[in-house]
């Protein structure tokens, strides 16, 4: 269909508007067909209750949820930036959902206390619409203003001043929870972990003829005084002891564990690597160009060392002792053998070696992961090498003297023990070692024993000692990707503190004034018809007192209320009168009402009917 047979059709006529008759009657058509709604007494009190219930654990859900922000966010010992904004975030948003429902379940219990307010006496509509619109804190403060300047200070007062008082600090009351958590930034310098650079240091290694080397070491304890030929088994643990090492002494043996150490500021923390020094000595009895082994109390031999070429290691110890000056009595020197024919060679054995005895010893150096000791480090991984540490006293030997042959290859390093006796040292308490213990009394056998453990310790501990030295002393470089960042950085570190104590307190006591309120206003409101906070219910109470007066819309309250004083010339308050056909009673604004509210049969049905007759024109 075309647009101009549209439109003529559209505004053909004007609307007219419905006259005031017209409404009136069919609102008053309307009022006799539709029948009023059952009335119950609980009705309303059940509503009040399931508000309240609402309202009460929106504000429990809020504390609860911001608990548990504290509780996440407290965990968590570094937080980052977006981590601090989203904890704000959540904290402003949950104290504030708490704030609020706090406050609306405040107003709520304020605006039940109006009914039995206005209930309980007289009162001059000043004081009405100060009561009915009491629910916020102005409402309040301006009802308690006005009584006070009239000098009108009641009951009335009192009730509103304690509601005022619990509305402001139960809306502001959330606001405590920020004396029980705090945002603490923590400074201070971060110190990498440093290990020591082994590399450093040529000794650590291989150990090449000439090479310097590093005596230098910790000093161990000086040995206990002792009777030449005694049994020392009872001392060798006090003797032997090293700081920062373990000590284990077997029956032929004697072994140094260390924990290599790594560094984090001015602390000391194991790192993964143990080393073991392992150590394990025999007793030779040395005669001109002859010597005997002695082993389990007996004693093979002899054997010859005094042809010159031998190719057994000891007699070629032997021979070149017996051919320098510097072996003296109750003297000891430190003996190690090279070989380089056929290219480089070391024998493992220290020898011990003065004028009637000599000592064979066979050092082991290990390094195993951590304390596992069946963990053994691979050899491509290993820091340092298994027997050449234990040459470190003839090899660059600082304050000693070397001496040193070459016999076809072959080359003999030896220390006096003797140089160092004014002064503690690795080799202490070795010029004992020169005594008669070839008896064959057991005291003798016993004296042999604890002999060979003690010197096993003083050969076991030499590179122990060193390793311990050097852990301190050599340079460090810094674990992970910047190894040569080995100075401390300054970090910031902002974590949440949180006063538990406060927060359950807070969090008890908001929740305790909740319930008590809600108690106390449910108690006062006991036996009271009380009504809803809507605006229609409020005016549908004024009806009454409204209608006496007319001319009033463009007042302001104040003005209205002192008009309505005027009219009514007598105080009104809220109660009941009885319903009309013996039905429920009616609640009103007025003087001469009941103050008694009756409870009424839950599923009582009732109708009214109204039947009003228009006059006939």
Same mark, same amino acid.
């Given at each position: ?528 018809? #009380? ?63 009941? #103050? ?22």
């Amino acid at each position: 269909m075309p647009y101009h047979h549209i439109l003529p059709k559209r505004f053909d006529g004007r609307p007219t508007l419905p006259n005031s008759n017209s409404v009136g009657e069919s609102l008053i058509e309307g009022s006799k067909k539709r029948p009023l709604k059952p009335f119950n007494s609980k009705n309303q009190s059940h509503r009040n209750i399931v508000v309240l219930v609402q309202r009460f654990f929106l504000t429990s859900f809020s504390l609860a949820s911001l608990v548990v922000s504290l509780w996440a966010f407290s965990r968590i010992h570094q937080l980052s930036k977006w981590e601090q904004r989203s904890f704000n975030t959540l904290s402003i948003l949950l104290t504030a959902i708490a704030s609020l429902g706090l406050g609306s379940l405040l107003g709520h219990l304020g605006s039940m206390l109006r009914w039995p307010l206005l209930a309980r006496t007289m009162y001059q509509m000043q004081d009405v619409d100060s009561i009915l619109g009491m629910s916020p804190p102005a409402g309040s403060m301006r009802l308690i203003k006005r009584h006070i300047r009239e000098w009108r200070i009641s009951r009335t007062t009192f009730i509103v001043t304690a509601y005022l008082v619990a509305n402001l600090f139960g809306r502001l009351s959330v606001a405590v929870f920020g004396l029980a958590y705090n945002m603490t930034d923590e400074t201070g310098i971060r110190y990498p972990i440093l290990a020591t650079d082994w590399t450093s240091a040529l000794w650590t290694g291989k150990i090449f003829p000439g090479g310097d080397g590093d005596t230098n070491t910790e000093t161990g304890d000086s040995g206990s005084q002792f009777k030449l030929g005694d049994d020392i088994s009872p001392y060798l643990e006090s003797d032997l002891q090293v700081r920062n090492a373990t000590l284990k002494v077997g029956k032929n043996t004697v072994e140094y564990s260390y924990d290599l150490k790594d560094f984090n500021g001015g602390y000391t923390t194991p790192s993964n690597r143990t080393v073991h020094s392992t150590v394990n000595c025999s007793l030779i009895q040395v005669g001109d160009g002859q010597y005997w082994r002695w082993g389990n109390g007996n004693r093979t031999g002899p054997f010859s060392w005094g042809e010159e070429g031998s190719l057994e290691v000891v007699s070629e110890i032997l021979r070149f002792s017996n051919q320098t000056d510097t072996v003296q009595f109750a003297m000891t020197d430190w003996v190690s053998f090279l070989d380089f024919l056929g290219g480089s060679g070391v024998y493992p054995q220290i020898y011990i070696v003065c004028e009637e005895v000599a000592w064979e010893c066979w050092p082991t150096l290990t390094e195993t992961v951590g304390g596992n000791e069946s963990q053994h480090v691979p050899p491509h991984e290993r820091i340092f090498h298994p027997t050449e540490l234990y040459r470190l006293l003839t090899v660059g030997s600082g304050d000693y003297e070397d001496f040193t042959e070459g016999n076809g290859g072959h080359y003999v390093y030896m220390n006096v023990f003797g140089r160092t006796l004014n002064r503690p040292s690795a080799d202490d308490g070795a010029i004992a070692l020169c005594s008669h213990l070839f008896g064959n009394s057991p005291r003798d056998e016993v004296a042999r024993k604890s002999y060979a453990l003690w010197v096993s310790g003083l050969v076991a501990r030499l590179p122990i000692l060193a390793i311990i030295h050097a852990n301190n002393d050599l340079p460090k470089y810094a674990r992970g990707p910047h190894p040569n960042q080995t100075t401390g950085t300054a970090y910031l570190h902002t974590n949440l503190e949180v006063n538990w104590a406060r927060v359950v307190l807070i969090a008890v006591g908001i929740t305790g004034g909740q319930i008590l309120a809600i108690l106390a206003v449910l108690g006062y409101c006991r036996g009271v018809y #009380t009504r809803d906070d809507s605006h229609l219910a409020t005016a549908e109470i004024l009806k009454t007192v409204i209608n006496r007066f007319d001319d009033g819309k463009l007042m302001t309250g104040e003005e209205l209320a002192t008009s309505l004083d005027d009219v009514l010339k007598e105080p009104v308050r809220y109660g009941t009168r009885e319903g009309p056909d013996g039905g429920p009673p009616e609640v009103d604004l007025a003087s001469g009402l009941d #103050t008694k509210f009756p409870s009424f049969p839950k599923k009582r049905r009732l109708r009214r009917n109204i039947d009003l007759r228009v006059p006939e024109s």
